[in-house]
């Protein structure tokens, strides 16, 4: 006798879940799992650098000012859909448009991931292949030390073999008015696992053509993993080269004004961190992270340092002090937080 879909994902709401996910068997190889999670923030920003939700390498400076601001942004969900060696994967948070925090305080969903995995092949939107997952701390604040990491998610096309990844990524480039964007970028990968964690390498070509600039650009990334002790670990993140767009979001372009040409500016950026596990319920971070420009001379830093408590396997709260600091403008601003997270 079969059994409706619908019945079987009712029985499923209420006899099977796991941490993070709801995993409901549909038969004959299909699955369906739900996720995400639920965060509160609550920020206060005060200094010359204004208030932001998260930082990133952006370098606009105003006045001593101080601001707190209660949300839930980062609050996300997910599905993912599998059927055999084919998955789909959706997820999205509310990061998108600002709604009205003087009455309902509404925020526009805003697409993350929307990919499809066949075997070692990946088709969709996600993290670029030039962004190392294992390495990005854990921080209250969304981004953490993102002045010294490549963060960017664009639609790609990637083959995994072994520890190594290959991909052809959207080709935008920023800084222009006049795009030639008909190559896509290419990125290389190489990870290594171990029983004392991860190491790895990247490397980024693209070719820019666009506002009198036709040259071929490359940028490179080191990243590990250690782990230290029974539940320590250290993560570290460098990354070298005409990077652009990928590297410390906020910071510089991909074509830069350099006297009365256009240049591809090189861009050093790195960050450390250092997670600690006080006992089984509360540890800590600590990180630190730098970026700078060769041609506009941009500097920004960036540290703090947090204490989690592990109340459930499913929900923690926490609280991180830091500061964030535009170094080629002589101003900071340091920021307080305090964030409740349930996984769902």
Request: without cysteine.
């Amino acid at each position: 006798m079969k059994i409706s879909t619908l019945t079987l994902i009712t029985l499923g709401l209420f006899s099977t879940s796991s941490y993070g996910a709801f995993e409901f068997d549909l038969g004959e190889g299909n699955k369906l799992k739900f996720g995400g999670y639920i965060k509160a923030d609550v920020r206060h920003v005060s200094g010359e650098v204004p208030y932001r939700p998260f930082w990133i390498a952006t370098g606009s400076t105003s006045e001593d000012a101080s601001q707190t601001n209660f949300n839930m942004r980062e609050s996300r969900f997910n599905a993912t859909y599998t059927h055999g060696k084919v998955s789909g994967f959706v997820e999205m948070d509310f990061y998108g448009s600002d709604g009205s925090e003087a009455v309902v305080n509404n925020y526009d969903p805003r697409l993350r991931h929307a990919f499809i995995k066949y075997e070692n092949w990946l088709v969709g939107q996600t993290w670029s292949t030039f962004m190392p997952l294992t390495a990005i701390p854990e921080t209250l604040d969304f981004g953490g030390p993102h002045i010294g990491e490549a963060f960017i998610r664009q639609t790609q096309i990637r083959y995994t073999y072994g520890g190594f990844q290959f991909a052809l990524e959207n080709p935008e480039t920023t800084g222009a008015d006049n795009k030639n964007d008909s190559i896509p970028d290419i990125v290389g990968r190489y990870i290594h696992k171990a029983d004392w964690g991860e190491i790895g390498a990247a490397a980024l070509v693209r070719q820019l053509d666009s506002d009198g600039i036709d040259k071929t650009t490359a940028a490179f990334n080191l990243y590990g993993k250690f782990l230290i002790g029974e539940k320590d670990d250290f993560r570290f993140q460098v990354n070298l080269g005409k990077s652009g767009r990928y590297v410390a979001p906020g910071l510089t372009t991909d074509i830069t004004p350099d006297g009365d040409i256009s240049a591809a500016e090189e861009t050093t950026a790195y960050y450390a961190a250092y997670r600690h596990f006080w006992s089984e319920d509360y540890r800590s971070t600590l990180f630190y992270g730098h970026a700078e420009t060769d041609i506009q001379h941009k500097e920004r830093q960036m540290w703090g340092i947090n204490l989690i408590k592990q109340i459930t396997p499913q929900l923690w709260a926490g609280v991180e002090v830091g500061n964030y600091e535009v170094t080629d403008a002589d101003a900071d601003s340091t920021y307080l937080q305090f964030s409740v997270k349930y996984a769902l």
